[in-house]
């Protein structure tokens, strides 16, 4: 073993920093040209590009929520890429209480995160979160 890190200790990083809150963290350990997709046809559904756009989408969420708990159900990895599966618990600004399971499927390379594809319960996404 060569110390250098593997992709599940870059995304047990990538989210402990964002759990922490630590989007420079967040960004630190993503390529420039890296992308998000999130699935569905959301308001918050698409394809983001650079780390620049995906901090961006992450702060289109923050406002809607004043609290929020995350459990880490499991995390798998199979050569550059990780599985990770996670609950998200929630209470809106609106005080609507947002519940959902995330999937999210990570490709690590050369130390950075160069892909993140999230699928997730869309109707929670735009019932609870958005209100819509």
């Known amino acids: 073993m060569n110390g250098a890190p593997t992709p599940l200790s870059i995304v047990a990083r990538a989210q402990a920093a964002l759990g922490a ?12 040209d890296a992308t998000m997709t999130v699935q569905g046809t959301t308001a918050l559904s698409g ?16 406002p809607r929520i004043k609290a929020a708990r995350v459990e880490p ?11 990770t599966r996670d609950r998200v618990e929630a209470t809106t600004i609106a005080g609507r209480t947002y519940r959902n399971e995330y999937l999210r499927l990570w490709r ?5 995160c160069v892909e993140i594809v999230e699928y997730l319960d869309t109707e929670a996404v735009t019932r609870d979160l958005l209100g819509e």
């Open 21 to 32: 809150g630590d989007a420079a963290g967040f960004v630190a350990l993503l390529a420039e």
């Open 108 to 112: 690590c390379v050369d130390g950075l």
């Open 47 to 62: 394809v983001f590009t650079g780390a620049a756009e995906i901090l961006a989408w992450f702060g289109r969420i923050a």
């Open 73 to 83: 159900i499991g995390r798998m990895e199979s050569g550059d890429w990780v599985i």
